[in-house]
C-alpha cells in the first residue's frame, strides 16, 4: 500500500528564507504524487503534481519539488518565503486501485516570520 | 469554470441527530471523494463516487454513506452523531482517475 510521511509538524523560517518541506513516500509502483496548500478555514488547493513526465515539478506561488526515486523522496521547496505562504502543507500519493483515493501525510504547518 | 461547492459551510448538530451535507463538483468531472479532517487524525478517506456508483469505501461506521446523482452531485449521510464526528468534511471532484482532486472548502460539522 501506498504512504506518504511528512517530516516536522511545524516548520518557521523567516520572510525570505528558503522554504522547504520533506515527503518520503512509500510505493511499489511508480507512484502520483502531489502536494497541496490549505489556509485557515478553506479546503485544498493544489500547489504541484508529480505523474513521471519531469522529476522536478514546478508548482503554482513560486513553489517545486523534485522527485527523487533513490531517497523516496518528493520534497517541496521555495527559495523566498513570504508572508502569505504562512499555511498548513499536505504531500498525497495515490492509491493504485480501480477507485480515486489520496492517502494524505500528517501535514506540515509554516510558519513564516517577519 | 465553478469549483467544487459544499453546503452548508458550518452545521451544528447534538449527539444522536443525523445530518446530510451536499457537494457540487466541477462541471464535467464524474469522480466525488470524500475526506474527514480532523486535528487528531488528520485527512481521511471516507468514500469515492463515480457515474453514481461507490467504487472504494474507507474505514469509517455504517453510520456514514453517501451516494451520486445522474448529475454527479453528491451528498454524504452521517446518522447517529457522536461527538467525535465534529470535524471538518471535505469534498474533492475530479475529471478522470489519476487526475488532480479539486476540493470544495468543506462543511464544519460540530457535535454538541
Known amino acids: 500500500a501506498q504512504s506518504v510521511t511528512q517530516l516536522g509538524s511545524h516548520v518557521s523560517v523567516s520572510e525570505g528564507a528558503l522554504v522547504l518541506l520533506r515527503c518520503n513516500y512509500s510505493?511499489?509502483?511508480?507512484?502520483?504524487l502531489f502536494w497541496y496548500v490549505q489556509y485557515p478555514n478553506q479546503g485544498l488547493q493544489l500547489l504541484l503534481k508529480y505523474t513521471s513526465a519531469a522529476t522536478l515539478v514546478k508548482g503554482i506561488n513560486g513553489f517545486e519539488a523534485e522527485f527523487k526515486k533513490s531517497e523516496t523522496s518528493f520534497h517541496l521547496t521555495k527559495p523566498s518565503a513570504h508572508m502569505s505562504d504562512a499555511a498548513e502543507y499536505f504531500c498525497?500519493?495515490?492509491?493504485?486501485?480501480?477507485?480515486?483515493?489520496?492517502?494524505f501525510g500528517s501535514g506540515t504547518r509554516l510558519l513564516v516570520r517577519p | 469554470k465553478a469549483g467544487v461547492t459544499q453546503t452548508p459551510r458550518y452545521l451544528i448538530k447534538t449527539r444522536g441527530q443525523q445530518v446530510t451535507l451536499s457537494c457540487s463538483p466541477i462541471?464535467?468531472?464524474?469522480?466525488v471523494s470524500w475526506y474527514q479532517q480532523t486535528p487528531g487524525q488528520g485527512l481521511q478517506f471516507l468514500f469515492e463516487y463515480f457515474s453514481e456508483t461507490q467504487r472504494n469505501k474507507g474505514n469509517f461506521p455504517g453510520r456514514f454513506s453517501g451516494r451520486q446523482f445522474s448529475n454527479s452531485r453528491s451528498e454524504m449521510n452521517v446518522s447517529t452523531l457522536e461527538l467525535g464526528d465534529s470535524a471538518l468534511y471535505l469534498c474533492?471532484?475530479?475529471?478522470?482517475?489519476?487526475?488532480?482532486?479539486?476540493f470544495g472548502n468543506g462543511t464544519r460539522l460540530t457535535v454538541t
Open positions: 462541471s464535467g468531472h464524474r469522480s
Open positions: 474533492a471532484s475530479s475529471a478522470e482517475l489519476n487526475s488532480p482532486l479539486h
Open positions: 510505493s511499489s509502483v511508480p507512484p502520483y
Open positions: 498525497a500519493v495515490i492509491q493504485m486501485d480501480s477507485s480515486y483515493k489520496l492517502i
